[in-house]
């Protein structure tokens, strides 16, 4: 797997940039209090205990993106989040996001073999009880507008890396974030935070494992628990993003996704014929 950043040549770039002007969904954004997501990608066994236990601690939920694939696997961040952690993680009332089946770079693909990898990602997630994904996190960030029109249909809120508040006006098919990574990670996101607090706008954080000694896209459990504190005192409200979804009306204009099964209603047959065909 190359480095966990989005394609940095001037041709990654470009297509990025030239993604946010085509196949816009625009947000109307109007918010009693601020809201916060916080998110973990891919997501590490550490972002199932950690990143849980912080977030349990102050009662809130977060939004995890899960490429079923991985599942269980080792990757650049430690080991991947177990079937049975992702269980756990359902019944404590997280969300469970699409990230693809096997962390595809979608700026790149086409639109069968993105579309292959969301069903079949959400396939396997409803063999671990979890309901149809609602929102996706770009693996890397990157994307194309090929990409932003096949998930725009399927996804209320399709999320990249690049900084910015969720205001009104805000593209939902490409919606901005801020990571908590690396040494400087925990300043950058308290800055997006103070703004969004002040703005009372919508702020997604998103983060990889959870540790003492983290990855460069990872953070600790005492700057994660500052951040949530900041958050809370600061007025906001800490939410998955669905549920920020549903508050600022962008879940109900949102097409179902086609095919996908009911939580909970595939048996080990069916889901292995799928992976057949
Ligand atoms: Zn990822």
């Not at 809120?157 to 990574?181: F, K, M, Y």
Request: aromatic residues 6%.
């Amino acid at each position: 797997m190359r480095p966990h950043i989005a394609d940095p040549s001037l041709k990654g770039k470009l297509r990025r940039r030239l993604s946010r002007l085509i196949h816009r969904r625009r947000a109307n954004v109007r918010l009693d209090r601020p809201l916060v997501s916080i998110c973990f990608d891919d997501a590490p066994a550490s972002a199932a205990e950690a990143g849980d236990a912080v977030l349990k601690s102050r009662g809130v939920r977060g939004t995890y993106y899960i490429c079923a694939g991985m599942t269980g696997h080792d990757g650049p961040m430690g080991p991947n989040a177990s079937v049975a952690q992702i269980r756990r993680l359902l019944t404590e009332g997280h969300e469970i996001g699409c990230h693809t089946l096997s962390h595809l770079d979608c700026g790149d693909a086409s639109t069968e073999w993105i579309d292959e990898e969301v069903t079949k990602n959400g396939w396997k997630l409803a063999e671990m009880g979890a309901p149809a994904p609602v929102s996706f996190a770009y693996p890397y960030g990157d994307v194309s507008p090929r990409a932003k029109r096949i998930l725009g249909e399927r996804f209320a809120l399709s999320r990249g890396l690049h900084h910015g508040l969720i205001t009104n006006g805000v593209d939902l098919n490409q919606a901005p974030a801020v990571g908590i990574e690396g040494p400087g990670g925990e300043a950058t996101a308290a800055r997006w935070l103070d703004r969004a607090l002040r703005r009372r706008a919508w702020l997604i954080l998103y983060t990889h494992d959870v540790s003492d000694a983290p990855t460069d896209w990872g953070c600790t459990p005492a700057s994660l628990g500052r951040l949530v504190d900041r958050a809370l005192e600061g007025g906001a409200e800490i939410v998955p993003v669905r549920e920020g979804c549903r508050r600022i009306g962008a879940l109900g204009g949102n097409p179902q996704p086609r095919g996908w099964p009911t939580a909970g209603s595939l048996s080990g047959t069916a889901g292995a014929r799928y992976a057949r065909g």
